[in-house]
């Protein structure tokens, strides 16, 4: 499976971005597709994940500000992300999981197809 993020740009914090992610090879739907996130120095960090009955899940930094979408005709995922602070700095990733994983779901070590990144800069 190939995953190709976009959307990712210089953005003023309070402002909004649309991060996509596009899949070839394997449905986003058939099990879980997840954003993850990884600032200079830090860890990648889980970010957020859609389901494939639908279920969403977040990070509690980001409840309420983003939110994780899925376009089956378009075999794409999204992110919208809202209110964005200088905290969100980071380069994005998308990911893809290659079984029905639900306790498992915010650990990288749990998916195994990733995008290249999108960097996403909150400037204030």
């Known amino acids: 499976v190939q995953l190709q993020a976009s959307g990712g740009g210089l953005v003023q914090a309070g402002g909004s971005l649309r991060l996509s992610c596009a899949a070839s090879g394997r449905t986003v739907s058939r099990y879980v597709m997840g954003w993850f996130r990884q600032a200079p120095g830090k860890e990648r960090e889980f970010v957020a994940a859609?389901?494939?009955?639908?279920?969403?899940y977040y990070t509690d930094s980001v409840k309420g500000r983003f939110t994780i979408s899925r376009d089956n005709t378009k075999n794409t995922v999204y992110l919208q992300m809202a209110g964005l602070k200088l905290e969100d700095t980071a380069v994005y990733y998308c990911a893809d999981a290659p079984r029905a994983i639900m306790t498992t779901i915010r650990f990288p070590s749990s998916y195994d197809s990733w995008g290249q990144g999108t960097l996403v800069t909150v400037s204030s």
């Open positions: 859609v389901r494939w009955d639908g279920n969403t």
